[in-house]
């Protein structure tokens, strides 16, 4: 048997590729919805992908189901809860797929959604059986799958907790202490609150350490898991959604997306509605970059911030280092933003001899700021970071404005002060100013290194 784990670091999501060499037949389950790296693996180890699963219907990207099915033929495997406008097997506990003398065993553990299965990989070769089971968004390392994203559809986050409970509680926790446990997401997912940087463990160690896991009641736990929940980004209904519908292919999208825009092209779109997406980083995008423009570096969480920030539904103008425009519209692919019109060709050189359309933003250091806020009349200083990060340590003057919520808060602030905004480390703090400049903020500056700069300054 091969059980191969593929981690997604920009959306912290795994996915896995089981087969049976013997027999030549393999499954994938969660894919993301580039696949050609399943199809690679597969074939090198001369087997063919029959089969994949949807452990839910994933709300923080669109999966690879379908161009799994155009691509091998696979046939579609969902909990026994799904509906879809696909074909699909729909799978309730105890039922299976044998690979050889691999068995995959689904196990109906609803609560983060209520379609999510885990499934069991039994082989007759390893010691422990199951050997592993992948728990999708139910049971992750350290941490369980939120209750509470499928409120837009129906189900409250109480009801879901406590199937979620039932799902923990009277099932996985049952396995085998030695079982491995491969989850869907790992930390940095918004699945969940406090998920860990390990991405394997076993029922043992998560019975022993996981806070959901411990003996509790069944209103405690709803209590537990539905508290202090990060904001969920905008686009996690609609792809959850998405993925229960038939829809094109990421290689379709791409084939209609990935064409070059003169200027003149460029400026049109965006003087109809379209939204300039730009890539580059962000010391390189405070430099220089079109007017009306936001930065979304490639180099960060990319596909969360452009999911969040971004509309879905309107045109998306890229600008990106030349040669990675691809790169730039595969990552938006992935989370289903398939509007994009195209791409600046020649990237910021093609801006070379129109000095009007380029803005700046001011990049300010630590000391200057110390300075600034000392003086008379000192910038209002906003903090884009998650409120539980402000919490925990903050500069003492900042307001904070969360990143995710600013676009409804950008009333609350002055127009007539300079913004000065930070974050962490600087990723956020661009995204924000200029999501401000957009705004009309005359006067938006950005802090060089975040709050680590700022502890450091002395």
């Not at 609803?110 to 299965?117: A, C, L, R």
Request: charge should be negative.
């Amino acid at each position: 048997m091969v059980l191969k784990q593929y981690y997604l670091g920009c959306l912290a999501h795994a996915s896995y590729l089981i087969a049976d060499e013997a027999s030549g037949t393999a499954a994938v389950v969660d894919p993301q919805r580039d696949v050609e790296q399943y199809l690679d693996d597969a074939a090198r180890l001369g087997c063919r992908i029959g089969h994949v699963f949807l452990t839910h219907f994933h709300a923080d990207f669109v999966a690879g189901h379908l161009e799994l099915r155009e691509r091998e033929g696979a046939a579609i495997h969902l909990g026994a809860r799904a509906r879809a406008e696909y074909t699909f097997t729909a799978m309730a506990d105890g039922d299976s797929v044998q690979l050889g003398e691999v068995r995959l065993i689904v196990l109906e553990t609803p609560g983060h959604s209520p379609e999510s299965i885990s499934i069991l990989v039994s082989d007759p070769g390893e010691p422990v059986d199951p050997y592993a089971v992948l728990s999708g968004d139910t049971l992750f390392i350290g941490d369980v799958g939120r209750p509470d994203l499928r409120g837009a559809l129906g189900w409250s986050a109480e009801e879901l907790g406590g199937m979620l409970y039932d799902s923990l509680h009277r099932k996985l926790a049952h396995l085998p202490d030695d079982t491995l446990v491969y989850p869907a997401h790992g930390a940095g997912s918004l699945c969940g609150k406090k998920l860990s940087t390990d991405t394997v463990s076993t029922i043992g160690i998560q019975r022993a350490y996981n806070y959901a896991l411990a003996p509790m009641t069944r209103e405690r736990f709803i209590e537990t898991i539905t508290a202090d929940l990060p904001d969920a980004p905008a686009y996690f209904t609609y792809d959850a959604v998405l993925n229960a519908r038939e829809r094109p292919t990421l290689e379709q999208a791409l084939e209609r997306e990935l064409r070059p825009l003169t200027l003149d092209q460029t400026l049109e779109l965006h003087e109809n509605g379209a939204q300039v997406l730009d890539t580059r980083d962000a010391a390189k995008f405070e430099a220089a970059h079109l007017k009306g423009s936001i930065n979304v570096g490639l180099g960060g969480s990319y596909a969360t911030w452009c999911g969040t920030l971004l509309d879905p539904e309107k045109p998306i103008v890229l600008i990106a280092e030349p040669g990675r425009e691809v790169e730039a519209a595969t990552r938006l692919g992935r989370i289903a933003f398939d509007t994009v019109a195209g791409y600046l060709a020649g990237g910021m050189e093609s801006l070379s001899d129109n000095p009007n359309l380029v803005d700046r933003i001011e990049r300010i250091t630590a000391a200057s700021l110390a300075e600034q806020l000392s003086s008379p009349a000192p910038p209002l200083l906003v903090d884009v970071r998650a409120p539980g990060e402000w919490e925990q340590e903050r500069i003492d003057v900042a307001v904070n404005v969360p990143l995710s919520r600013l676009p409804e808060r950008l009333d609350s602030l002055p127009r007539d002060r300079q913004i000065v905004v930070h974050c962490a480390s600087g990723y956020r703090s661009a995204i924000a100013a200029g999501l401000l400049e957009r705004a009309g903020f005359a006067d938006v500056a950005d802090l060089v290194g975040g709050l680590g700069a700022w502890a450091s300054r002395l």
